[in-house]
Structure formats: C-alpha cells, structure tokens
C-alpha cells in the first residue's frame, strides 16, 4: 500500500479492573497500526475522569510510569489516531472530554460520519462553539444538547441523528459505553479479562491483554457497562450491512477476527483467488512486507510456486524528513531487496492495493536492479478508483492511478512484465460473509450511505 494512504483509528475500551490505565495502553500498542499520529488515555475512578493526550506513538506519549500512575480508575477508553477528519494537531488528539450537565463524558471514535456540515451548520447556528475539526467533537455536542435525563438515552439520542461510520468508545465517571453504526462500517468487537469486560477496533488488543474474545458488537448495538454488569440496546433496524472490505485486505493486522472472522485465513483467500485468476510463469513470489504476507503466502500456496522473502522492511524509520522530490530515498529507506533471493529469477510480487502507484515503481526498480528477470505483479483486490468517506484516507478520485489509467498502461507506468487485479466477483467470493453485506464503493463506486452533496462533489472532482 502507498504510504501516503494512512490508517486512520483504533479503539479500546476496559471496564472493572484497577490497571485500567495500563491495560488501555497495552491496547493501544496492538493497535498502533491504526494510527500513528496521536493518542491518549481517559480513566474514570467514579468521580472524576482524568485523561492523557499527546502526539506519536503510544510508547512515545506514554514513556513516563508517572503518567499512568495518576490515572486511577476501574474503567478506561484509549485512541491511536490518524487525521482522517480534522488536522492533526494535538486538539484533535483523543479521547475527547466533555462537560454534560451533571457529568463528564470521555470519547473515543474511528470512522468518518458523513451528515457532518448538516450538523456543524444547524449547532453553530444555535450557538455552539466547537473547540476541535473533527466530527467526533459533533457526538460529543450531540450528546450534551439532548433532553433525555439517562446518559445511554441521550447516547441514543445522539447516534441517532448521525450518518455514516463509527465505532465508538465512551465512558462517564462510572460507566463504559461502546456502540456500532447501523451499516458496521469498522469492526468493534468485545472480550473478557476476568470479570472486567473489554472493546476494541481488533481482536489483536484483546491478546496482548491475555483477553477473550465473545463476539462482535453488532451493527446499530450500543452497549452499557457498570457496576451491574453490561446491558445491551439497539440503536436502530440495520437495512444492509456494509463492512469495509479494506479491512481484510490491508488494514487489519492478520492475527485479528473482525466482521466475525480471521484477517489471516480471508487475506490467504484472497491470495489463492488471486493465483486461480492470475496464474504466472515464474521462479519465486515475494511479498510486499507486511501487510501482503498472507495474500502471498496464499499465492504460492495455490500456484505451487516457492514463496521467498525478498524484500525487506525496516521498522525503524519513524518520522524521518524526507522531500517529496526525494521519493526514492524514502522507499530506499523503508525496503531493501535481497539480491541474492532475486538475482536471475523470474519473480512475483504480491502486493495488496495500488493508490497512486509511486512506491511500487520505485519498488520494481530496485527489484530490477538486484537482478530479477522479469517481473510479474499481482495486487489482491481490484482497481481502487473511488475515494472513501468513512474513515479511510484515500486520495481525491483524480489521483488514484486506476480511475485514469486502464490496467495495461499502469503496466507501463509501473514497468514491468505483467500486472493483475483481483476481480471483485472473485474477492467477495472468498470474503467470509455475503457480498451484499460488504462496502466496496472504492472499487465500483457504489457507496452504501449518501454523501453530502458538496464535500462528495468536491473530493470526487478534484
Ligand atoms: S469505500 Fe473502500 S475503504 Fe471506504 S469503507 Fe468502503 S470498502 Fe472500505
């Protein structure tokens, strides 16, 4: 995947045990991958909610013991963010807190609602003043401004005049709450530690807390914990579910379930589907390191074919400054070929998705500089050629590279001996649920919730 198309936010959420503070952070660090820019901790003791925000990684705003130590409390929420919507500065750094009458609520949110100018335009207009860019803080004033006297009421009030994706964590002084959007855009699913109850964007934070997976929290559930234990409600009817597909495909780490399902057996799928429709002549297949690992593995598997590693990734750039006319040095610095794996052979490269493109040419040049022969390359899902308006950072439609170019001249483009997609009929084939339950309106345009007219018009246009 093309750097410049980020992840965007994981979620964590524990209720009744005291480590609640050190447990969200060891959450957060499983779900690093989901955002990278900021993240912050919110703990509720019953009296009072005390919360910890900063910029970078969690290991990085969390570096001092002290910090958790003054976070006391049975109940906790966690973020990790990526700017989808807003800038990322540290005011739009998460959980969000907010005063609401007679209490305080803490929030934590992944995904993107698309009524947001509706909202913002009618709130400002009766008075309110919004201290972040986000549509997160619009929940946040939803909530406030309802009549119902119940905090899980005015909640319901709330989501209920929201569209579009969400999965949300929030906690009052003494309460969790977690809650899904109606269609189930990102996944958010619920674990046990003992008798403390967990949510999380991913399976993969429940582990690293040696927590139990239950189950999913459903499409339009929102759920309440307390000291009585957790209660359950439906937001609204789900018409159609719309489960990201993307999530499968890149942006979950393999060792998850989400959507009811594991990451790693769905992403060998697509792999296998990919060598049945795409077969190649060739010596070896390698991936792009990480996140086409499995799709290879499921690759090789199916074509018979010896699986190599012949790229390698370091994990240890961090933020390094590098200018946009420097593109080379900044894949130079993240991939390395292994000559001596690729010298002389004809070679398959899985990768997951093409946005732009500008990696993977750099990428096919410095596997054709370490000797490869030829090169074939294979992208286990099809063309993207539409943007995303729940949650994902996909660019304008005119710099996606498929909504200009026909698969024959990204060939070109990316100079090399072949180049196939994975069909869309052949990848929600080996999807896990129905296809109709899924989102795949960055390949076919299809969105399952209406856009804002302008803010659609503008990011389609541009
Ligand atoms: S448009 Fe694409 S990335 Fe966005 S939710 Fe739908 S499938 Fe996922």
């Not at 060891?26 to 919110?42: D, F």
């Not at 002290?66 to 990322?88: F, K, V, W």
């Amino acid at each position: 995947m093309d750097p410049h198309v980020k992840h965007y936010c994981g979620i964590f959420g524990i209720y009744g045990t005291p480590e609640s503070a050190t447990l969200t952070t060891l959450g957060l660090h499983a779900l690093q991958h989901r955002g990278e820019e900021s993240c912050g901790v919110a703990t509720g003791d019953g009296k009072k909610i005390r919360v910890h925000t900063g910029m970078g990684h969690v290991s990085d705003v969390f570096i001092d013991p002290a910090i958790l130590e003054q976070m006391p409390g049975h109940l906790a929420i966690g973020h990790n963010r990526y700017s989808t919507t807003g800038s990322d500065n540290i005011k739009n750094a998460q959980p969000f807190v907010a005063e609401c009458r007679d209490t305080h609520l803490a929030i934590s949110h992944n995904g993107n609602l698309t009524n947001t100018r509706e909202l913002r335009t009618s709130m400002q207009a009766s008075g309110a003043i919004f201290q972040t860019t986000t549509d997160s803080e619009l929940i946040l004033h939803l909530i406030a401004r309802s009549s119902q006297e119940e905090m899980v009421d005015r909640i319901s009030d709330a989501l209920r005049q929201v569209q579009g994706a969400y999965s949300l964590v929030l906690c009052t002084e003494d309460k969790l709450f977690a809650a899904r959007d109606p269609y189930g855009f990102r996944p958010l699913c619920l674990g046990q530690l003992g008798d403390a109850w967990v949510v999380t964007s991913e399976s993969c934070a429940l582990d690293i807390i040696a927590a139990r997976y239950i189950r999913d929290i459903e499409p339009g559930e929102l759920v309440v914990i307390n000291a009585n234990g957790l209660r359950t409600y439906m937001l609204c009817e789900s018409q159609r579910h719309a489960f990201c597909i993307f999530e499968y495909i890149y942006f979950s780490r393999p060792d998850s379930i989400i959507f009811g399902d594991n990451v790693d057996k769905t992403r060998r799928r697509l792999g296998r589907q990919l060598a049945i429709e795409h077969p190649t002549n060739a010596d070896i297949v390698i991936s792009v390191p990480d996140s086409s690992n499995t799709a290879a593995l499921g690759y090789a598997n199916e074509a018979n074919l010896k699986l190599e590693i012949g790229l390698i990734r370091n994990h240890y750039v961090g933020r390094t400054f590098i200018s946009p006319r420097q593109r080379d040095a900044k894949v130079r610095l993240k991939y390395n070929p292994v000559r001596g794996v690729l010298k002389g052979k004809r070679v398959v490269v899985i990768e997951d998705s093409i946005v732009r493109g500008t990696t993977l040419r750099h990428l096919v040049r410095m596997i054709r500089e370490a000797g490869a022969t030829q090169i074939h390359i294979r992208i286990s899902c099809p063309p993207i050629v539409a943007p995303c308006f729940y949650g994902i950072d996909f660019q304008t439609e005119n710099e996606l590279i498929a909504n200009k170019k026909t698969v024959e001249k990204i060939r070109e483009h990316l100079g090399v001996d072949s180049l196939g997609y994975l069909s869309l009929e052949g990848m929600l084939r080996v999807a896990p649920n129905a296809a109709n339950q899924y989102c795949t309106a960055c390949f076919n345009k299809e969105y399952p919730i209406q856009i804002e007219t302008e803010v659609g018009k503008l990011m389609l246009e541009k």
